[in-house]
């Protein structure tokens, strides 16, 4: 069983910080990616940012230059600084990371994405 506990959500004002923690436990043999999604009211989940094992960024274009992704694989955590938020990112914020249970499935690539429950970002003055 993999866990994945999320926090630092919260009310900011306009132009604020936040910075948000995902923490992977449990059994599982690596992690490949981890990664951060958002869904706001009414819309579909959308990918924010993620991270490669090895450090590799990929940001979704209303986040460049103002959201940084980063991961202590050490820890199995992953962490999304946001700054200059705005109303429009507002949501609920999910982790996600892709592994491998195994080494039999390391060796045969077959990945298991994991979920964490979300955390809530509101952006409102």
């Known amino acids: 069983q993999v866990q994945l506990v999320e926090s630092g959500g919260n009310l900011v004002q306009p132009g604020g910080s936040l910075r948000l923690s995902c923490a992977a436990s449990?059994?599982?043999?690596?992690?490949?990616?981890m990664g951060w999604y958002r869904q706001a009211p009414g819309k579909e989940r959308e990918l924010v940012a993620d991270i490669t094992s090895d450090g590799r960024t990929n940001y979704a274009d209303a986040v460049k230059v103002r959201f940084t992704i980063s991961r202590d694989n050490a820890e199995n955590t992953v962490y999304l600084q946001m700054n200059s938020l705005k109303p429009e990112d507002t949501a609920v914020y999910y982790c996600?990371?892709?592994?491998?249970?195994?080494?039999?499935?390391?060796?045969?690539?077959?990945?298991?994405?994991?979920w964490g429950k979300g955390t809530l970002v509101t952006v409102s003055s």
């Open positions: 996600k990371i892709r592994g491998f249970k195994n080494a039999w499935a390391s060796l045969r690539g077959i990945a298991t994405d994991y």
């Open positions: 449990g059994n599982i043999f690596s992690i490949n990616v």
